[in-house]
């Protein structure tokens, strides 16, 4: 249920899930699970992977779990209106019907968005960092603290995207290193950085040759990890913002 609503792993959400599936499953509105195979096959197909297939598959990390949201589209095309009786035809059992799923839908649908709105609040402190930085810079992003409160993916770890998408610049860890993308680095260029270093931001040493191709290293740390990854005279890094959670270094004379 975590996964198919996007909720906290608890009782309350259990149960709202729960109540979900049931509505759909008890045709609430007046349907039932098809007979046909073209309809259920589907929804089969789904379920299959979301229980079969392992967290990462070929780099993909979070596999199965992105079919979590095709899980309630599929039941509902495995619907097919059925005949009722005439007592469960009557419109008021339809208006109870109607009734409980516009309950079910506005319970999540504030629960999301309060969600939404705390993570909003909570990343507000990315917004200087990205003002900081001028347009069409290199920077190298390390994600020390990838998660948040409010969502159980981490919702952080390629957060500073925003910068490419926002300032036109170029910030590594960037998918133009994964095959099949319609952007890809131009051989012999690649990506300058370890491997994984999205996913192990600890493997960064200051020094490092790669280190003065970027223009700026974005941090993401809920602590100042300045003393144990920049503070190191060779690296020519010195902290020119901070706040909320994150830590903006720029080489020293830019």
Known sequence: ???????????????????????????????????????????LIVVGAYFILPNRVMGTY??????????????????????????????????????????LLALVISIQGSKAQQFD???AGFAPMLQAMPERQRVLYLAFD??????????YLHFAQWYGAQKKGFVEFNFASFYGLPVVYSPPAGALAPPNIEWFPNQFKCDASYVKAFG???????????????????????LVRSGGGWWLYAHKGS
């Open 1 to 43: 249920m975590r996964d198919l609503l996007g909720v906290s792993f608890g009782g309350a959400e259990q149960i709202l899930g729960m109540a979900i599936v049931a509505v759909i499953c008890l045709g609430a509105g007046g349907s039932g699970l098809s007979k046909s195979p073209w309809r259920l096959l589907p929804l």
């Open 146 to 155: 990838p998660q948040t409160l409010w969502y159980n993916a981490p919702s």
């Open 121 to 123: 609040r909570e990343s």
């Open 216 to 238: 700026y290293v974005l941090v993401k740390a809920e602590i100042d990890l300045t003393s144990m990854y920049f503070s190191d005279p060779r690296c020519g890094l010195s």
């Open 62 to 103: 979070f596999t199965y779990q992105r079919f979590s949201i095709f899980l309630l589209p599929m039941l509902l095309l495995a619907l097919e209106p059925r005949e009722q009786t005439p007592q469960a035809a009557r419109p008021g059992g339809k208006s109870i019907a109607g009734l409980i799923a516009g309950l």
